[in-house]
C-alpha cells in the first residue's frame, strides 16, 4: 500500500522557519520526482518546488531564495526547509510524487497546514 505522508506543518510568526517532511512508503522512492505544492484558501494549488531523481531543483519565483527542498533516497523522505516565512505562506503544503518509469504513477499526501501570523 502507498502512503504519502506530511508533517511539520504549524503555526509561526512573520520571518520565522519551519521544516517540513513528506514520508513515503510502498514506492521505489529514488525514481520519483518529488514536489511541494500548496493551496491557500480560495485559491488553486500552486507549485512551491520540486526536484529530480538526480536532485536537480525548481522554484516558485515567490519562494526562491527563502525555500530549500530536498530528499532523503534512503529515508524515503522529502523535505522543504522554509526561512524568511510571510503571511502569504499561509497554505495547505501537498507533498506529490511522479514518475514515468513503467508508466505513469502519481501519488498525493493529505496534507499540512503552515500558517504563518503573528
Known amino acids: 500500500q502507498v502512503q504519502v505522508v506530511e508533517s511539520g506543518g504549524d503555526l509561526v510568526q512573520p520571518g520565522g522557519s519551519l521544516r517540513l517532511s513528506c514520508a513515503a512508503a510502498?514506492?521505489?522512492?529514488?525514481?520519483?520526482?518529488m514536489g511541494w505544492y500548496r493551496q491557500a484558501p480560495g485559491k488553486q494549488r500552486e507549485l512551491v518546488a520540486t526536484i529530480t531523481t538526480g536532485g536537480s531543483t525548481n522554484y516558485a519565483d515567490s519562494v526562491k531564495g527563502r525555500f530549500t527542498i530536498s530528499r532523503d533516497n534512503v529515508k524515503n523522505t522529502l523535505y522543504l526547509q522554509m526561512s524568511g516565512l510571510k503571511p502569504e505562506d499561509t497554505a495547505i503544503y501537498y507533498c506529490k510524487a511522479d514518475t514515468t518509469v513503467g508508466g505513469y504513477r502519481t501519488y498525493w499526501g493529505q496534507g499540512t497546514q503552515v500558517t504563518v501570523s503573528s
Open positions: 510502498g514506492i521505489f522512492f529514488s525514481i520519483y520526482t
